[in-house]
């Protein structure tokens, strides 16, 4: 009887942490009304934060789903910066012709070496946890960090 409870709940923890009370409104009025980008970067993790702060945001499962979802949300924010900045780089190559344009090059040799950053600085920050129940929110929570801070710097206007 004790197993069938445990396989249970681990098929059911899954669909539970689907009923988490996530929302990306708070990250996303934080990011409007920053005035800097100081102020923008201050607004990773807020969505998270809220989510986390209720009962079921508050376990394990809950941390996770609330981290992994507004990772989700900063992943696709870094990847449309991206395209953003790698258009604008392919159209500057190309007015200065082929010897000279590499800052699509750049740009993409730059971001490759970010991801192998960011994963191998998430997986020392697992390390920590010496395989403990907080390895898991803590990985989440820096790769939510470092991709949203990433997003931010390609998405960049006031150079």
């Known amino acids: 009887m004790k197993a069938i409870a445990l396989v249970c709940a681990f098929v059911a923890a899954p669909v539970w942490a689907q009923d988490l009370p996530y929302s990306d409104i708070a990250t996303r009025e934080c990011l409007e009304t920053a005035s800097d980008f100081a102020a923008r970067e201050a607004c990773i993790g807020t969505s998270a ?6 009962p079921e945001g508050g376990t394990t499962y ?25 258009a604008d780089a392919k159209a500057r190559d ?59 710097v390609l998405g960049r206007v006031d150079r």
């Open 62 to 86: 809950g941390m996770n789903g609330c981290l992994d979802r507004e990772l989700a949300f900063w992943d696709k924010v870094l990847n449309q910066n991206y395209q953003i900045r790698m």
């Open 49 to 54: 934060d809220l989510c986390m702060a209720t």
């Open 94 to 152: 190309a007015d200065v012709g082929p010897t000279l344009g590499v800052q699509a090059d750049a740009l993409r040799d730059m971001q490759l070496a970010w991801i192998a950053f960011r994963d191998a600085a998430c997986e020392f920050e697992r390390s920590q946890w010496q395989g403990g129940t907080g390895g898991g929110p803590a990985t989440i929570a820096c790769m939510l960090e470092l991709t949203g801070r990433q997003a931010l």
